[in-house]
């Protein structure tokens, strides 16, 4: 079954730490794998997305790795900032039928940065 | 900002009521997706559009139904309303079907439904 699961469920911290969060997937077949970061009450934005042959891709004080081998992924946060609180989504894109671009997505991992 | 425009904002009915909800995907974007998050929950995908045909579909009955316009906008009808469709229904517009690696799916702020 396709599954992609996230880790912690919730996490706080304070502002200027680090952080890493945890996603491992068994989406089978692989094209992709996205973090998104969705602010409460909001939809999603892109932060990386990673192909097959990727291991690492930033955007500013975000980082993501893939172990494709392992099917596993983190997301490491530098330099916390309060306006980073907000649920962290992992999601796996497989290939669908038809040619249609599946998309599995993780619960999201929950991350309140405190003063 | 994506360029992705949902309508309404909220809404709250009734169970067994019918309900329409309205996207307006990015300038360009011709495959528009649709999903259901519930609280505390990973959104799960309902069904996409390309090019004004359904071309993909989760796991959902076929109470879930929709419509693509010759302008990629595109509707979400939930009929037979149950309590269980209270969720955050998020629309995701992006520039081809196939959505392959360096293709991103742009989100809009979604419609949150309330079914008493």
């Known amino acids: 079954k396709n599954q992609v699961e996230q880790s912690p469920q919730s996490l706080i911290i304070l502002e200027g730490k680090n952080c890493t969060l945890q996603c491992n997937y068994t989406v089978s077949p692989f094209s992709n794998l996205r973090w998104y970061k969705q602010d409460t009450g909001r939809g999603p934005v892109s932060l990386t997305i990673?192909?097959?042959?990727?291991n690492t891709k930033s955007n500013g004080r975000y980082t993501a790795t893939l172990d494709a081998d392992t099917k596993q992924s983190s997301l490491h946060i530098t330099a916390s900032q309060l306006s980073d609180s907000a649920s962290y989504i992992c999601?796996?894109?497989?290939?669908?039928?038809?040619?249609?671009?599946?998309?599995?997505f993780g619960a999201g991992t929950r991350l309140a940065v405190h003063p | 900002e994506t360029g992705v425009t949902q309508s309404p904002t909220h809404l709250i009915k009734t169970r067994g009521q019918q309900v329409t909800l309205r996207c307006s995907s990015q300038?360009?974007?011709?495959?528009v997706s649709w999903y259901q998050q519930a609280l505390g929950q990973g959104p799960q995908f309902i069904f996409q559009?390309?090019?004004?045909?359904?071309?993909g579909r989760g796991n959902f009955p076929p109470r879930f139904s929709g419509l693509q316009f010759p302008n990629y906008s595109s509707e979400l009808n939930v009929n037979a309303l149950e309590l269980d469709d209270s969720a955050l229904y998020l629309c995701?517009?992006?520039?081809?079907?196939?959505?392959?690696?360096?293709?991103?799916?742009?989100f809009g702020p979604g419609t949150r439904l309330l079914v008493l």
């Open positions: 300038s360009g974007h011709n495959t």
């Open positions: 559009y390309y090019r004004e045909e359904e071309n």
């Open positions: 990673m192909t097959f042959s990727e």
């Open positions: 995701a517009s992006r520039p081809g079907a196939s959505g392959r690696a360096g293709e991103t799916q742009y």
């Open positions: 999601v796996v894109s497989g290939e669908g039928g038809g040619g249609y671009n599946k998309l599995i």
